[in-house]
């Protein structure tokens, strides 16, 4: 192969999608570590100066090109897996942990950092800059820099086993979703699903070569089938898969999900032998995540023991907001301590309707979302299938555009470029003036090669080079219904808030002015701020002068009725204490796990698990749940004791939004505020200080239990 002729090597403009194909990766890789590699032997030689732009620029420029490179590849491995890519994507990620191990470990590296940060030249860097050379030299010493060469060793063999059973943890819960598919043959199996899920079903079936409906494990699937299908044991055999997966349970799901299709096929008098389980219980353990769990805290752990912290939560909130283990853990307590009232409140109104409007009486896990989806359509008289209907793609995308062109002064339209899939869009963001701002990709839609869940990550981002700025480019992924039977694809209202949730983590990598890479867009942000931009967003997907402009019903173009609006404002904090105590339950668990918990002691995961439920969970679980196995988040993801980041950044978020509340939802004057204090300075300057900046003032925690409907009269 040509080297010229390799895609990920052509870094004069946007990724070639298209011409990428799994042979490209490890030549491409090893071409750009060899030249990292050259490039960091030169910029420490003593002849080289210790300056911006003698040492870092340079560095930047190098290391930039392998991560837009890698970039493109993780990507990849991330939307559109395939056996192939997989297996490159696997090969060459640990070359590439190796070297930003071996770049962290570089003394002569960490000297030249030191050596700038005691220079007369680092006073006459900006802010941005400054920031920027202080949190290498932190990075340095997280990385393991100031380490003996023995425990060097030894921290660099953690971080490469650890970046491969992370990948191999998101890998098990992706293919484990996908071997599941419940065929249902017998219309009546499927009473009270809506309409147009079971014509995807349908579709899905088809494309199969099966008769009948098609059930998966994606969320365009799963979801509707637990709020709304009538048969219990069908909602108990679904759920037991989905919250089997990646476990050591999986098998059993997958057999019981087979027998039910068998039976049910038996019912409707069916000729036809029973079909084999999805996957046989030897393939379905290999993607057990156990092991894994296990092994991931144990290195966790020794790496912080190296780096002389008590615990890996310790080495996590470093780079963070919250000063310590105890400050995050006296945080969620407090809001556990003033959202369990409301809580078991909620849960039990919920036991006594299913008793006595459902005849369930024992309210099982299953049935919660179902019952809580029949009690909602009682209380506030509407349906969210009833709300699906004023929510096309086309016209929900059309209106957060025009909510963000009012309130930062940008201009949104669509673009042509090289993509992954014909499902994919792409967009171009121009300033008043019609200079580019940014480019966006949206990947709308669940597809099997794509792991599940939503996200914002980076193509490119901005930074100048001498006279001229590279824009940033963004990818916007989530895992909503694809369209059927000729029409377009509807959104739920949970859905259209997911998507502002991404779209504001898009708007503060896209709307940055910073123009260095170590302090644009988020990179640089205080992991427990970086969500305030995507949390801030959601509220306005409960805002009449924002909703009205972005519905039109699919069958007859009429706009959201204010009505309808005002009775799903009415239900915005229906079971609000219950949904709060489970994100609590999930932050408590990680950061209580990389704190105290001891991995080579005889309690479990999930031990741990049920001892946090007992203290803030209202829902009692069957024994056979087995969320830690896929709980991608902090196994597969950036969020290891930092998933209480989402209820830290809510509070921000909130107390942010409530000026907007005072002054106006489209004040265009508290928009352009928000951009320039919060989204447009990134990483240069401390999350809080932004905060005060744009606010006025410390966050409160007030606002985020108000939002929540918390704030008791």
Not at 286 to 304: F, G, M, S, V
Not at 406 to 420: C, F, K, M, Q
């Amino acid at each position: 192969m040509k080297i010229e002729a390799n895609p990920l090597l052509d870094f004069s403009g946007l990724p070639r999608f298209a011409a990428v194909k799994p042979e490209h990766v490890a030549p491409a890789i090893d071409l750009l570590l060899a030249d990292c590699r050259a490039a960091v032997a030169g910029l420490i030689d003593p002849a080289t100066p210790a300056t911006w732009d003698d040492f870092v620029a340079p560095l930047d420029d190098v290391n930039e090109r392998l991560t837009r490179a890698w970039g493109v590849v993780a990507h990849l491995h991330g939307v559109l897996d395939s056996p192939a890519l997989r297996e490159a994507y696997n090969a060459n990620q640990p070359k590439v942990v190796q070297y930003w191990t071996e770049l962290g470990h570089n003394e002569r590296l960490f000297a030249k950092y030191q050596a700038l940060r005691a220079s007369a030249e680092y006073a006459r860097l900006d802010a941005a800059q400054q920031r920027i050379v202080d949190h290498e030299l932190r990075d340095f010493r997280l990385a393991g820099a100031e380490l003996p060469p023995g425990e060097k060793k030894r921290f660099a063999e953690i971080q490469e086993e650890l970046a491969t059973l992370g990948t191999r943890f998101s890998e098990n819960v992706l293919d484990a979703t996908n071997a599941f598919a419940l065929y249902v043959e017998d219309r009546a199996e499927l009473a009270g699903i809506p309409d147009d899920v079971l014509e995807g079903a349908r579709e899905a079936a088809a494309r199969d070569g099966r008769e009948g409906w098609k059930l998966t494990l994606q969320a365009p699937s799963y979801v509707p089938v637990m709020q709304y299908a009538d048969s219990r044991r069908l909602r108990e055999r679904v759920y037991h898969a989905y919250n089997t997966r990646a476990s050591e349970e999986y098998p059993r799901a997958l057999a019981e999900a087979s027998r039910y299709e068998c039976e049910s096929r038996a019912g409707t008098r069916s000729t036809e032998t029973a079909r084999a389980p999805a996957a046989d219980a030897a393939r379905a353990l290999q993607w057990d995540n156990t092991p894994l769990i296990a092994r991931i805290l144990r290195l966790r752990k020794e790496a912080a023991r190296l780096l002389g912290y008590a615990s890996y939560a310790e080495v996590s909130l470093v780079p963070k907001m919250a000063e310590s283990p105890h400050v995050v853990l006296d945080f969620l307590c407090d809001l556990a301590a003033r959202s369990l009232p409301f809580a078991r409140r909620d849960y039990a109104e919920l036991r006594e309707f299913a008793a006595a409007e459902l005849g369930l009486g024992t309210l099982e896990v299953w049935d919660i979302a179902y019952a809580s989806e029949k009690l909602r359509q009682q209380r506030y008289a509407y349906s969210e299938h009833e709300v699906k209907q004023y929510f096309p793609e086309p016209k929900v995308l059309e209106g957060m555009f025009r909510l963000v062109q009012t309130l930062y002064g940008i201009r949104i339209a669509p673009d042509e470029a090289e993509t992954w899939h014909p499902d994919v869009r792409f967009f171009r963001i121009t300033d008043a003036d019609g200079a580019l701002v940014g480019q966006l990709y949206f990947d709308p839609h669940a597809r099997e090669s794509k792991r599940g869940g939503a996200w914002m990550d980076e193509a490119m981002a901005r930074r100048r080079r001498h006279t001229e700025v590279q824009t940033p480019v963004a990818y916007l992924e989530c895992n909503f219904p694809s369209p059927v039977g000729g029409k377009p694809a509807l959104f739920t209202h949970d859905d259209v808030i997911t998507l502002f949730h991404e779209f504001g983590h898009g708007l503060h990598h896209l709307l940055t002015r910073v123009d260095y890479l170590g302090a644009s867009g988020i990179h640089g942000v205080e992991w427990d701020a970086v969500e305030l931009p995507s949390q801030f967003m959601e509220n306005f997907c409960w805002e009449w002068e924002v909703l009205q402009h972005m519905t039109a019903h699919v069958e007859s173009n009429a706009p959201l009725p204010r009505s309808l609006f005002d009775k799903m404002v009415a239900a915005k904090n229906f079971q609000a204490g219950m949904q709060m105590v489970r994100q609590l339950e999930f932050a408590l668990f990680d950061m209580r796990l990389h704190d105290d918990f001891d991995p080579d002691g005889a309690r479990t995961p999930l031990a741990l698990l049920e001892e946090v439920r007992r203290e803030v969970a209202v829902v009692v679980l069957p024994a056979y749940n087995r969320f830690p196995n896929s709980f991608s988040h902090i196994f597969g993801g950036g969020y290891a004791a930092g998933y209480y980041s989402y209820k830290w950044a809510e509070v921000l978020s909130a107390d942010a939004y409530s000026l907007f509340e005072e002054n106006g939802v489209l004040d265009r004057a508290t928009g352009w505020r928000f951009r320039d204090e919060i989204l447009a300075v990134g990483g240069a300057r401390p999350a809080l200080e932004s905060f005060k900046l744009f606010r006025g003032r410390e966050p409160k925690v007030d606002a985020l239990l108000k939002h929540n409907g918390m704030i008791v009269a």
